[in-house]
């Protein structure tokens, strides 16, 4: 089970560097023979989905096998767990988490690259950004938190089973609402970015780019909210918002303030130009939130960015 995961993981970081690495020789080249190179570029990143939710459902497989042989599985797991419980696990740590966050951003490049006909250009630069992202957490899961890790030496009866503050029905869908929220943000950032890079002209991209940043702030909404109550019933915490910091800085600030406007400046855009820019910046700073909590390196990233704003 183990080497079915490991080579499934191995396999698809072939297929999103080759997506990556294509992609960009398709969009530097721009001449004969690059449509075609295009195009295996985004079949490669279809086809890496297929490849990760492959990784995802063995591991969900040995959990419910209960396959302590592997070493994610007796740390998170054990044979009195309950089934949605066990089904959880594919989150509850972070080997888990980490695959889980490349099973849900190959599910949104599968729906970007079905969609590429909207605008093919725009959306092979975006598919382009989202592959070197893919690229980066494949990375992390081969090479230095692989959940498919053996165990050393007899093999257990029991795993340790799953932390019991962790045994609460809202923890079973608290983490993917937010996972598709954060996941999700990769997408217009993956779209600002090609729009500068390429100089897009007008505001179509923004339009574009409105209909992925509502539906993943709608997930982050009903995740925070969920995990607030979480908090809240279960931790005993002093209220809803006394919980996690870190995740409050990237849920709650984020919600409230920097994706709220990012909507905002989507539909005014068609009336200022100018707006183009700020939109730039939501976008970026948005992905850079989810990714960056800390707030001293949001301020070297705001810093960086200024100059952008000030065109």
Known sequence: MSQIGSFALLLGLALCAYSF????????????????????????????FAIVFLAAVVLVVAAFQNDFSIAYIFHHSNRDLPAPYKFATLWSGQEGSLLFWALLLSAYGLVLRLRYK?????????????????????????????PFGVMQGSLPADGNGLNPLLQYPEMVIHPPMLYLGYVGFTVPF????????????????????RRWTMVTWGFLTCGVFLGAHWA?????????????????????????????????????????????????????????LRHFPDPQRRRQFGARFRPVLDR
């Not at 709220?260 to 005014?268: I, Q, S, T, W």
């Open 118 to 146: 909207t605008d093919v250009r725009l959306f092979a630069y975006a598919s382009v950004i989202i592959a070197a992202v893919q690229v980066f957490f494949l990375l992390l899961l081969n090479f230095a938190a692989n």
């Open 190 to 209: 993956a779209f600002a970015l090609a729009a500068l890079i390429m100089r897009y002209p007008g505001e179509k991209w923004i339009q574009i780019t």
């Open 232 to 288: 809240y019933s279960v931790l005993g915490w002093g209220g809803y918002w006394g919980w996690d910091p870190v995740e409050n800085v990237a849920d709650a600030v984020a919600n409230r303030h920097c994706v709220p406007a990012l909507g905002h400046d989507a539909g005014k855009a068609g009336h200022a130009e100018d707006l183009e820019h700020v939109a730039d910046f939501f976008h970026l700073h948005a992905f850079n």
């Open 21 to 48: 690495l294509a992609g960009l020789l398709a969009l530097v080249i721009n001449g004969p023979g690059s449509g075609r190179l295009g195009e295996t570029a985004r079949r490669a990143g279809i086809a890496s």
